[in-house]
């Protein structure tokens, strides 16, 4: 459930944009188990329209590992920036911008099982001209790290698998190029910021309990989702100390329930 506080806020910070001739497109950023995806679904299915997931834009695991040999092998493992087909993303959201009573237009899938995009004839179709576009995601609108921050590995994996940067400074390389880009088309960014780092492991077990039709991930299964979350922690640190700019962020507790929020915030200065 979505605390009913949290819809009413992000409801009325969404009104001015609902009458424009050409669709607003409303960014979604947050930590894995935020809710990102539950709440941009209820804005699309509310306000009339089309809700679209980084996560369903994923580079193929063929495509990943081309990146993975070629780059560095932490990128074969879909997640951090350069792991997305932003190319594709730009087409899906020209499409929706130029779309009429009467388009469809077929909207990326991903399959996190199998860990590979469906086929496109799988893909879902939005048919019809969206009020709104709303785009989520976890790395959605991350500014660049200051180089000296990138010189200190942030957990033991990084120490380990990235012992000379260059997996994180492709990261950051990538922030400040093709994810500017995309952030520079926002019209809006709201940002539902965790309480702490350690929620998220908490919140990604139940992610995966759900995906996986069961109450509770085991002992065994949660030891590994730490291990995947470790490559997103990085990121996820830096934009919970302010490492983006937000029209609106919405200050989330352990239960996902509405602390405060706060409107145009300045980017974090070091």
Not at 152 to 179: C, F, K, Q, T
Not at 200 to 218: H, K, P, S, Y
Request: with cysteine.
């Amino acid at each position: 459930m979505i605390d009913p506080r949290l819809l009413q806020v992000v409801g009325d910070f969404l009104c001015p944009y609902l009458h424009a001739e050409c669709p607003a497109l409303i960014g979604i950023a947050g930590s894995q188990g935020s809710g990102k995806s539950t709440l941009a679904q209820y804005l699309a299915a509310t306000f009339g329209g089309v809700s679209l997931s980084l996560d369903d834009v994923y580079l193929t695991k063929a495509e990943r590992k081309t990146l993975g040999r070629t780059v560095h092998p932490l990128f074969e493992t879909r997640g951090p920036p350069l792991t997305h087909d932003l190319g594709l993303l730009d087409q899906v959201l020209e499409a929706l911008k130029r779309a009429g009573p009467d388009s469809r237009t077929p909207l990326p899938s991903f399959d996190k099982l199998a860990d590979d995009r469906r086929p496109q004839n799988q893909w879902p179709v939005y048919i019809g001209k969206p009020s709104l576009i709303i785009l989520e995601g976890w790395c959605l609108g991350a500014e660049p790290e200051p180089q000296e921050r990138l010189a200190i590995a942030v957990n033991a994996m990084e120490r380990e698998h990235d012992p000379d940067g260059v997996w994180r400074g492709a990261i950051n390389a990538a922030l400040s190029a093709d994810y500017a880009r995309l952030r520079s088309r926002l019209d809006a960014l709201i940002y539902l910021r965790a309480p702490s780092f350690e929620r998220v492991l908490d919140w990604r077990c139940q992610q995966e309990a759900g995906l996986l039709g069961v109450d509770v991930v085991d002992a065994q299964r949660r030891q590994a989702l730490a291990a995947f979350i470790a490559r997103f922690e990085r990121l996820t640190r830096w934009m919970m100390q302010g490492g983006l700019t937000t029209s609106l962020e919405i200050q989330l507790d352990d239960s996902r329930q509405l602390v405060a929020t706060t409107r145009e915030r300045p980017i974090f200065e070091t």
